[in-house]
């Protein structure tokens, strides 16, 4: 997957959970998916939220 369609599907993410639970979430985990971490950071920083923590683990 490329890094702009794997933070398209972050953004949508965040703004689903921000939508379903009026608040964005406070973290990213990434579940094993050798993934490059800084993209989560980059999606909420373009977006303006705090991310607290990322995990791939």
Do not use: H, N
């Amino acid at each position: 997957m490329t890094p702009e369609k794997e933070k398209a599907y972050i953004k949508k993410e965040v703004q689903t959970i921000t939508k379903i639970c009026s608040s964005p979430p406070k973290g990213w985990y990434y579940g094993g998916y050798r993934a490059d971490l800084t993209l989560a950071s980059e999606v909420y920083k373009e977006m303006d939220v705090p991310i607290l923590w990322d995990s791939d683990s």
